[in-house]
């Protein structure tokens, strides 16, 4: 596994599900690798936390480059969550039970640029995560 190269900031990653579990587990697969993870439960809150995130100051929360998407949340799901966002700096990456082709279409169409399956293995959600990064618009 991959670690941010010396001198350079934590790779930031913000973890949306309405399951608890889900959040821990890509949590803790994630921060085996180094990647700063913030967490929402739902779509509104998700969309909260990017509004307040920045990358000023020493110990300021980073802002998230990626974003770890469920689609099926109750109130607003990931889909409308993915097309609200700026795509300019934040890439996305859809993770749901549901991988029938009107989902991917709709993922797609709103500016999801990657798709994951659930079940999925650690491995595969840090290679789509780790591709997602490495072409970070912001960095």
């Known amino acids: 596994m991959s670690q941010a ?3 350079h900031t934590r790779r930031a990653v913000l973890v949306v599900d309405d399951d608890d579990r889900v959040r821990a587990v890509v949590r803790a697969v994630l921060e085996a690798d180094d990647f700063e993870v913030a967490e929402a ?3 509104f809150s ?3 936390l990017l509004a307040s995130g920045s990358d000023e100051g020493p110990g300021a929360p980073a802002r998230p ?4 998407l469920d689609v099926m949340m109750p109130g607003m799901d990931g889909i409308e969550v993915c097309r609200q ?4 700096t934040t890439k996305v990456l859809m993770l749901t039970a549901r991988e029938d082709l009107a989902t ?3 993922s797609a169409a709103a500016g999801a640029d990657a798709f994951l399956a659930k079940p999925f293995s650690a491995v595969e959600l840090l290679d789509a995560i ?3 990064s490495i072409d970070d618009p912001a960095s």
């Open 5 to 7: 190269p010396a001198g």
């Open 41 to 43: 439960a739902d779509g």
């Open 46 to 48: 998700a969309l909260e």
């Open 65 to 68: 480059n990626v974003l770890v």
């Open 85 to 88: 966002i700026d795509h300019r």
């Open 104 to 106: 991917r279409d709709a």
């Open 130 to 132: 780790e591709a997602l």
